[in-house]
């Protein structure tokens, strides 16, 4: 059983950045894949990156790569999510994951979610 808290969204002007934490409680956070969605309003809920039990693989969804970052710290049970040059259009809830090695884009990859973080970028 792992439980997740995510932290670090709020308000930023379009061009700015925020970093997302997760932190997840349970012993054996080092043997979970963890990822990160997001969900707009009145959109489905969408992958936007993932990082592999040792944090030596990351995946990113197309719109997001080359400015946000995922990682982790295995000692201190935690992921985070670096966003850089932030646009109106990744305002959205953003949610942690927990899932096995293989979790990376998919939603049904993953067994355990926090309960999500408000982004807004104005324009």
């Known amino acids: 059983q792992v439980q997740l808290v995510e932290s670090g969204g709020g308000l930023v002007q379009a061009g700015g950045s925020l970093r997302l934490s997760c932190a997840a409680s349970g012993r054996t956070f080092s043997s979970y894949g963890m990822g990160w969605f997001r969900q707009a309003p009145g959109k489905e809920r969408e992958f936007v990156a993932a990082?592999?039990?040792?944090?030596?693989?990351?995946y990113y969804a197309d719109s997001v790569k080359g400015r946000f970052t995922i990682s982790r710290d295995n000692a201190k049970n935690m992921v985070y999510l670096q966003m850089n040059s932030l646009k109106p259009e990744d305002t959205a809830v953003y949610y942690c994951a927990a899932g096995g090695y293989g979790a990376v884009g998919s939603m049904y990859d993953y067994d355990y979610w926090g309960q999500g973080t408000q982004v807004t970028v104005s324009s």
């Open positions: 990082i592999s039990w040792s944090g030596g693989s990351t």
